[in-house]
């Protein structure tokens, strides 16, 4: 592991969701692809502009979405 503090595990989690879920979008925004030679590049650039749309949104909203969470749910 990276030994990165606790601390910043809000951020560490931001960053990790925020590149995987525009990976997924990329993928399905290209899909069907066309088969063209340059299709890897262009999910390239799309994962790349989608993941610095949704990075600062992530970690910005994710704290706010726990307390809905929390607020909207009840202990067992």
């Given amino acids: 592991m990276l030994g990165i503090p606790r601390r ?11 590149g995987l879920t525009s990976a997924i979008a990329a993928g399905i925004a290209l899909f069907p692809g ?9 999910w390239l650039a799309s994962w790349l502009l989608a993941w610095c749309v949704m990075l600062p949104v992530v970690i910005f909203a994710a704290p706010f979405i726990r307390r809905l969470a929390v607020a909207l749910t009840r202990e067992d």
């Fill in 8 to 18: 910043y595990s809000h951020y560490v989690f931001g960053i990790l969701q925020s």
């Fill in 34 to 42: 066309d088969g063209s030679p340059g299709l890897p590049l262009r």
